[in-house]
Each structure stands twice: as structure tokens, then as C-alpha cells.
């Protein structure tokens, strides 16, 4: 089944062209079904690219998904053209009287800063708090997965010594968790971030489970408040040349970055990078839309309720 989103959008085509199946808002009117309602406030710089990514995955499961798409009105994207956020993007204040089955909040490349200095703070705030009465179930991924797990339960980030950049082996924590059903014992995934969260942190708040974490990314997969809330500390929509393309910007930016770990053969950058992480990340999104979402939320949407 289909992703439903706007046929202008850039993604469109793209996704038409790998045979993801996406369905264009005048053919979904003409079908008589309830489609998932799925917002994604965006926080990634190259937002066109992020978009393509998670409706990529979105788009591989056995139901029909309306996607919304939203970014923060208090900070101004420097990489994102204006007519492309004013043709495809709606803010909080447009929607903050609509319901929602799901909703993705993206990383954000700020973790360097408290979470008090970054501009969007209390927009973000904002959106959180909404979510818990008009979201049936929130995935939190990378730095969003962080801003969560801070203003949700006070849990903080620390700063680590450099950069973890890299695809990494993890180990499910919780084998028979219904997020991670499917999962083979040990799986790879992106990470890209300059800070963490501590396993000891998250293992002293009873509200929270720990479902997958790796001995050199740390925790990876977190479930909050039964399957209404998913916390994501990597990266897994990532495409395959997304962790080169930032070890060449910090190269030129002059960062003296470490080659992204178990990513390029032989540690080269000039091989094309291993791809090992794609079915686990779509076997993850499958398993949110469906268990977190599709088997729970209400089938009338306004009944959605903390």
C-alpha cells in the first residue's frame, strides 16, 4: 500500500523511479480507506534529501500513509529553498488543532549546543507536549530522539571526546520486544553525532525499555509509555553515501574528521561504502507503523488522548 503525498514534491518522482509506492492526494481521495496520518517535523539541514529518506521507508509497508510534512517557524533553513518549504511545509500553529496516528521528529545537526540555546528550543517544546494528547505514537530519531528523552524525563546528553561517525554491529537487548520482531540477533546501523546518552540513565527510568544498544554507539533503540513513544539514537534512514558526504564537508571545513567507522572497505574513501543496514531499517519502520500505530491508534482519529 501506498504513502500519500503531494505529486510536485521532489520525493515523487524519486520514489516513483525506485518503485516505492507512493499515490498522488487526488487518487487516495477516490479510494474508500482510513490512511494513517503521519507528520514529520523536519529539522535536518538538507531537508529534500531527509524527506526522500523516511518516505522511503514509510513507503515499503502494507498500508496507506498521509504524510505531513512540517518545519519550525522560528528558525529560518539555510539550506532548504523558501518556495520549497512554503509550497510542501506546514508549522505547529497550522496544525495544532489536527490529530495524528505518528509522528517523526528528525535529528538535527545542533547537539553541541544545550538544548536551552538552540533556536527552535521552545517550539519544539511546544510540539512534544501537543503530542501526548493529538500523537498516538512518536518516533524521536538521533538528536530529536535526545531532546525527548531530555524534556520528557529529564534525561541529558553528555558530550563525547570526538565524533561518533560510523556504521555499527548492535545486539538486541530486549529479544522479544514487538519493535525489533524480525531482527536478527545482531544488526548494523548509522550513527552520526558528537553526543550520547548514558545506558545506566535510561535503565533507572521505569517508564522506559531499552531494546537494542551496541558496545561502541551505546543505547540505539528505547521504548517509552508502551509503543507511544520510539527513541532512535542513530541514523537508520540514511542513504549510502550520506555518512561520506559529511566526512567530505567536515574535510573541507578543515574538522579533521576520522574516517566513518566499518563504512568504506579497507577504511578507503575512495571504494564505495558497505551497505548492511537497509533491511533492519526498513524492518523497523515497518514494525512502528504497524504495532506502535496501526494496530493501536483509534480508528476515530479524535478519540487520540495522553
Not at 566526512?247 to 566513518?260: E, H
Request: proline share 6%.
Amino acid at each position: 500500500m501506498p504513502v500519500r503525498i503531494d505529486e510536485n514534491l521532489p520525493a515523487f518522482a524519486q520514489l516513483t523511479k525506485e518503485n516505492i509506492f507512493v499515490m498522488s492526494s487526488q487518487r487516495a481521495a477516490m479510494q474508500d480507506i482510513r490512511p494513517l496520518k503521519i507528520a514529520i517535523f523536519n529539522i535536518m539541514p538538507t531537508k529534500e534529501v531527509t524527506e526522500t529518506q523516511l518516505l522511503r521507508l514509510i513507503g515499503n509497508t502494507p498500508l496507506q500513509v498521509d504524510i505531513t510534512l512540517l518545519h519550525p517557524a522560528s528558525y529560518t533553513s539555510k539550506n532548504t529553498p523558501p518556495e520549497h518549504l512554503n509550497s510542501f511545509y506546514r508549522t505547529f500553529a497550522d496544525i495544532k488543532d489536527t490529530k495524528f496516528d505518528g509522528l517523526i521528529i528528525t535529528g538535527a545537526p545542533v547537539e553541541k549546543k544545550d538544548f536551552e540555546d538552540v533556536l527552535y528550543w521552545d517550539e519544539l517544546k511546544q510540539l512534544i507536549k501537543w503530542s501526548r494528547t493529538n500523537v498516538y505514537s512518536t518516533m524521536y530519531i538521533c538528536w530529536g530522539a535526545q531532546a525527548g528523552l531530555f524534556y520528557n524525563y529529564g534525561i541529558n546528553k553528555e558530550r563525547m571526546e570526538k565524533k561518533l561517525s560510523g556504521v555499527y554491529e548492535h545486539k538486541k537487548a530486549n529479544i522479544t520486544h514487538k519493535l525489533i520482531r524480525g531482527f536478527d540477533d545482531t544488526f548494523y546501523a548509522p550513527h552520526s553525532r558528537y553526543t550520547t546518552v548514558r545506558k545506566e540513565d535510561i535503565l533507572a527510568c521505569p517508564e522506559l525499555t531499552l531494546l537494542a544498544e551496541s558496545k561502541d554507539a551505546g543505547v540505539f533503540l528505547i521504548e517509552g509509555k508502551n509503543g507511544r513513544e520510539v527513541y532512535v539514537t542513530g541514523h537508520p534512514e540514511y542513504d549510502v553515501d550520506t555518512l561520506a558526504l559529511e566526512y567530505r564537508r567536515d574535510l573541507a571545513k578543515g574538522i579533521d574528521p576520522d574516517i566513518p567507522a566499518n563504512y568504506f572497505p579497507d577504511d578507503d574513501p575512495d571504494q564505495k561504502p558497505n551497505v548492511r543496514w537497509k533491511g533492519h531499517a526498513n524492518l523497523l519502520f515497518c514494525n512502528w507503523l504497524n504495532y506502535c500505530v496501526y494496530q493501536e491508534t483509534p480508528y476515530t482519529i479524535e478519540d487520540i488522548k495522553e
